[in-house]
């Protein structure tokens, strides 16, 4: 069979299978291979997958199954299956995905030339999954979507077993990267050109209790911070593990984004037992005023699922005085859907379809005033906006975001290049206010 010259990289899910796509890209363009951007035109297509939610499983499905006609009409194109429901499935997809030829699981992305090398040799289907990583994908060279922005995973894993939740299963254990790793890796980035990175983990506050002697995560932010970096992000932070300490190093550290993203799932102690996410509503909201007082102006934003099993009215209602407490910038809203291997997957008395879709209803509208609310507080401020390029649905318009994670609109100056702002700062005055974004003009460079 001819060599592979061509390949592509479809990506689902969150931020960490964002970066994984990055280093498939990094090490498939390092063996020589090119990335084109249509499936008609690779030689190997792969997909990143992800089975945290119900939905992600259909597409995937639903996007295989569309490669069906272009992969008899280009013989030797390979598709391989990777991330969570490779990690998941593993050679049990070959039997369900009939054209699949690669599965590999989160593990193992450093082995994914061998595998499409040996499928496309032997013709024959290869799957390979492995129970837990060393943390050597770290050091797999990658390709970054953006020039000026990265992606720095600082734990891979997770130990925290949310009842409805399969990232344990799939990621495995958590491990901290090395600090001193981290930092070089940060400075190396501010050298290539890089302005903003987002330091990922599933729970990046336990960032080090696995590292006898290691700093904490808020001295990682900190040292992220003075290496020269003019933004610096981070997700995901569970609210059981979100310190004092943290708050300080984000108030006291201008290049910390003035944004976070702190998952509440419930206001009910009683469903938050349940879901073992060891934090009560009161706990919650402690964190939320305290971050308020110690950051003024921070933007938060959520994930919330409504339709537990055993959630009631009353505890529906304890959900809903949280979003009104908490005036959040935004929400992830979800209607709880079992998934396999977990807990939750068998637990009784379910909340009735119909029960959950209202109470889900009432959630999105709650949500959407708090959002509307805060976006018209920043009206006649001026924000600091790193632009990314201009608008995916209007050229005339250059898109960037706020240190709040706020998407601004700004119009495109007559005569000027998107490339003169993408990756840049500025001061932007805002006169206009929407749901989902904001509107204004340039006052300077930042
Ligand atoms: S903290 Fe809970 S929800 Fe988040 S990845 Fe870990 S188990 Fe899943």
């Excluded at 069979?1 to 479809?10: D, E, S």
């Excluded at 009215?313 to 304890?318: K, L, P, R, S, V």
Aim: one cysteine or more; a negative charge.
């Amino acid at each position: 069979m001819p060599a592979m010259k061509t390949f592509l990289v479809r990506t689902f899910g969150c931020q960490m299978n964002k970066h994984d796509s990055e280093r498939v890209s990094g090490m498939l363009l390092s063996a020589g291979l090119t990335l084109v951007e249509e499936p008609a035109d690779a030689d190997a297509v792969i997909f990143m997958t992800c089975c945290v939610r119900e939905n992600a499983d259909v597409r995937l499905l639903g996007q295989v199954a569309s490669l069906k006609s272009i992969k008899a009409a280009r013989p030797g194109q390979l598709i391989a299956v990777g991330g969570c429901i490779g990690q998941r499935d593993g050679a049990a997809l070959l039997d369900e995905l009939r054209h699949v030829d690669v599965v590999f699981g989160t593990h193992n992305i450093a082995r994914l030339p061998a595998l499409l090398d040996s499928a496309r040799e032997a013709r024959r289907p290869v799957a390979e999954t492995l129970n837990a990583g060393d943390g050597s994908t770290f050091d797999l060279p990658l390709e970054r979507e953006h020039p000026w922005h990265a992606w720095v995973p600082i734990t891979v894993g997770c130990d925290n077993f949310c009842s409805y939740c399969i990232v344990p299963h799939v990621r495995g254990r958590e491990r901290s990267r090395a600090f001193e790793e981290i930092v070089s890796e940060c400075e190396r980035l501010v050298t290539d050109g890089v302005v903003s990175v987002t330091l990922l983990g599933q729970n990046v506050n336990s960032y080090g209790r696995d590292l006898y002697g290691q700093p904490r995560f808020a001295e990682v932010l900190r040292a992220v911070a003075s290496t020269g970096l003019g933004r610096v992000s981070f997700a995901t932070s569970h609210p059981k593990d979100l310190s004092d300490a943290t708050i300080a190093a984000m108030a006291e550290t201008s290049q910390v984004a003035r944004y976070l993203h702190l998952p509440v799932q419930s206001g009910s102690d009683q469903v938050l037992a349940a879901m073992n996410r060891r934090y009560t509503k009161e706990h919650y909201l402690g964190l939320v005023e305290r971050l308020y007082t110690a950051i003024p102006g921070i933007a938060l934003s959520t994930d919330i699922i409504v339709g537990y099993p055993g959630e009631t009215d009353a505890d529906f209602a304890e959900t809903m005085e949280v979003v009104a407490r908490a005036r959040f910038d935004q929400a992830f809203t979800f209607i709880f859907s079992p998934r396999a291997e977990t807990p939750a997957a068998s637990l009784p008395d379910t909340v009735p379809r119909e029960v959950a879709q209202e109470r889900f209803d009432a959630l999105v509208d709650a949500v959407q005033r708090s959002v509307v609310s805060k976006n018209a507080a920043l009206l006649g401020s001026v924000q600091d906006v790193l632009f990314e390029g201009v608008s995916k649905r209007d050229e005339t318009m250059l898109a960037g975001r706020t240190s709040g994670n706020k998407v601004v609109h700004v119009a495109l100056p007559e005569g000027a290049d998107e490339s003169e702002f993408a990756g840049r700062f500025f001061r932007v005055h805002i006169d206009e206010a929407q749901t989902w974004f904001l509107g204004g003009y340039i006052v300077s460079g930042a």
